[in-house]
């Protein structure tokens, strides 16, 4: 795996421009061209603030409803953008795959870099509803880097070994969107991470969750440093982090398992 | 090993039987099927095959369709991995296997020359060093800053060769790219296959047209059946591809036509071997089931179907056997081994005889004269030349 991880970084360059390639052409017609990736999180925003301000919410901890579910938002939707279109990136390259000997996991690697640059441009919208609310982000709000590693790790074990699998069993396509929606409820989205730690929750449930689902503690660290300015819980971040690694790890080896067939059957 | 070899060593590669079962019907059969005691089907592609190439050598592929060629390149580049066996490349591999498939249609030429150098495998710097040259080889000019998808076929294909053609690598892997693209352009495109041959790039060359074969390989590998059937000098394995071609169309094309060759003879009409420049008669024993009115066509081929000249005379054939003679007159060839084709077409295109082959003959006399390097004779002609320079 080393040896794979080593190979990669000598195609680092392809990873860079195929992501460029996708990024241009994502915008390339589109009259308002690359404000879109600007505007598009903004009309999230309001559709939004629309729909969830009038909905009873699962207690937020405090946090203005529509500040506490769109960070959640923003996580999660790296994490869904990031398996939608990389565990496709394979099927959609197909024509490259066929053709070139660069490292296959340059495909769903790329997707991941355009995707994690539309995040951070949708993570601006964020300041308008800073605005709104009248509060600012945290001083604990510079752990987020930390936090975003974690998730960048599950996400690019889980879109791996998707995008290998899918290969081999083209139903995934079909399962994989559904998978994906259902993924906006599984996380603490739009409820509190702390639902889990209530009496009435057997013990064992909190940090089962946190390694089988690390984008949870994520989802819920972010929070607690950004909007309440509170310390990281380490406990569950090291489990996430554990988890994190674990999915990176078996999701690249089952990827490079798989890629010996990927020109042959893709 | 020195970098620019190439190392095959019994490999063998399959692919897995076709899957042609969209519905849960048919899948469930096959989960069934599958089950049952070892029944899975491969196709295998290539058979042990074994193949070294020196540094700086320049070999071609060749063979029918699915002969496996491609498969061979592909395995070779790491694009796919062979089922069993040894291949070791050394140095670094520049794969042309599709000339235009790294290209994105909706960015501009400018965009793209940078992502298909990537992918191909030059660094951006290489690529922003080289740009210009790229361009003007491309003969783009201003289009470089148009989309992709608004050019033309022949002007995206220009783009990707010029990318390629300036990769410098070990080893240079081509998969019949150039059958497209007019004459100008196929001539550059030799010419600089020739020029990165000089500098001592190792190049494996696939195509089927066997010309370009014979001006840019100096040696050959005919693929058959996944198995290598022979490898040497260009020439002879090229000469021996040739044959078995004509041989091939000999058999498919089993008499059935109203008008059928039964024996066929060629000779010099002085009795002597043929020889360039002489005289040839051709003496075809025919058999006509009835009377026919078109026109008889003779034709003379390196084996393939192509010939290099015809001649034809219009008249009406009696039924029953009889015997076609034509005199061929100073036949232009020079030294090597060709066939004879015949065909009968009647008034309304109708075809009494389809065209193949009835004979083929070895020419004794002069070699082709050597053109220029990286220019490629299509049909060898023998001419006689006088020189004179004031």
């Excluded at chain 1, 539309?118 to 009248?134: A, D, M, Q, R």
């Excluded at chain 2, 039987?17 to 096959?30: E, G």
């Excluded at chain 2, 191909?120 to 710097?125: A, E, H, I, K, P």
């Excluded at chain 2, 000469?239 to 089993?254: G, I, S």
Aim: hydrophobic residues 50%; proline residues 5%.
């Amino acid at each position: 795996m080393l040896a794979s991880a080593k190979r990669l970084w000598a195609h680092r360059e392809i990873i860079f421009t195929l992501a460029e390639r996708d990024f241009r052409a994502q915008y390339k017609q589109a009259t308002l061209g690359i404000l879109w990736a600007l505007l598009s999180p903004v009309l999230t925003l309001v559709i939004m603030i629309a729909v969830f301000s009038r909905a009873k919410s699962f207690g937020t901890e405090g946090i203005p409803f529509a500040l506490f579910s769109f960070v959640g938002i923003l996580c999660w939707s790296f994490f869904a953008s990031a398996l939608g279109t990389g565990g496709n990136s394979l099927l959609s390259n197909k024509a490259l795959l066929a053709k070139t000997q660069f490292p296959r996991e340059c495909f769903p690697l790329e997707t991941m870099g355009v995707t994690a640059i539309n995040t951070v441009l949708s993570w601006i919208p964020l300041v308008i509803l800073f605005v709104i609310f009248g509060r600012a982000p945290a001083v604990a709000t510079l752990w987020a880097p930390l936090f975003m590693v974690l998730e960048v790790a599950f996400a690019a074990g889980v879109t791996m070994a998707v995008a290998g699998l899918i290969i081999q069993m083209r139903d995934l396509v079909q399962v994989l969107p559904v998978i994906i929606s259902l993924g906006l409820f599984v996380n603490p989205v739009i409820w509190p991470l702390s639902k889990l730690s209530e009496p009435s929750v057997p013990k064992f449930v909190l940090p089962l969750y946190c390694f089988v689902n690390p984008l949870g503690p994520v989802i819920d660290n972010v929070r607690r440093t950004m909007l309440l300015g509170f310390e990281p819980n380490w406990y569950l971040v090291g489990i996430a982090t554990l988890g994190a690694l674990f999915y990176l790890v078996v999701g690249y080896r089952l990827f490079k398992r798989l890629e010996v067939s990927f020109a042959d059957i893709a | 090993m020195p970098n620019g070899s190439i190392q095959v060593e019994q490999v063998w590669k399959r692919f897995r039987a076709d899957l042609t079962a969209p519905l849960f019907y048919d899948q469930l059969k096959r989960l069934r099927h599958s089950i049952g005691p070892g029944r899975r089907n491969y196709r295998w592609v290539l058979k042990d095959i074994n193949l070294e190439v020196e540094p700086g050598a320049s070999v071609a592929l060749i063979g029918i369709n699915g002969s496996g060629k491609t498969t061979l390149l592909k395995v070779i580049s790491q694009v796919t991995y062979q089922t069993a066996g040894y291949c070791n490349v050394r140095g670094r591999i520049g794969a042309l296997l599709s000339i235009t498939s790294g290209l994105h249609p909706d960015l501009t030429g400018r965009e793209n020359v940078f992502l298909y150098g990537t992918v191909l495998g030059m660094s951006r710097q290489a690529i922003r060093k080289k740009f210009d040259e790229i361009v003007e080889f491309a003969d783009l000019e201003t289009a470089i800053n148009r989309q992709v998808k608004f050019y033309s076929v022949g002007m995206q294909m220009r783009l990707g060769f010029s990318v390629a053609a300036f990769l410098e690598p070990d080893v240079l892997l081509v998969d019949e790219v150039l059958a497209v693209g007019d004459a100008n352009f196929q001539q550059k495109c030799l010419q600089r296959i020739g020029e990165i041959v000089r500098q001592g790039t190792t190049l494996l060359y696939v195509s089927h047209d066997l010309a370009s074969v014979e001006a840019s390989c100096d040696r050959a590998v005919w693929l058959a059946d996944a198995v290598i059937q022979a490898q040497g000098p260009t020439k002879d394995v090229v000469r021996m591809y040739r044959t078995a071609v004509e041989h091939n169309a000999m058999l498919v094309t089993a008499n059935d036509g109203e008008l059928r060759v039964l024996k066929a003879e060629v000779k010099a009409t002085d009795g002597g071997q043929i020889r360039s420049d002489c005289d040839v008669e051709v003496i075809l024993t025919v058999n006509a089931r009835e009377s026919l009115d078109g026109n008889f066509f003779i034709g003379v081929s390196q084996g393939t179907a192509f010939p290099m000249f015809v001649v034809y005379q219009h008249g009406t054939l009696p039924e029953g056997d009889f015997e076609i003679r034509c005199v061929l007159n100073h036949i232009p060839l020079p030294k090597g081994r060709y066939s004879i084709w015949a065909a009968m077409v009647g008034s309304k295109n109708s075809p009494y005889m389809p065209w193949n082959p009835v004979i083929s003959f070895e020419a004794f006399g002069p070699d082709q004269f050597r053109p220029p390097e990286g220019v490629m004779i299509l049909t060898p002609i023998y001419v006689k030349a006088d020189w004179q320079v004031n």
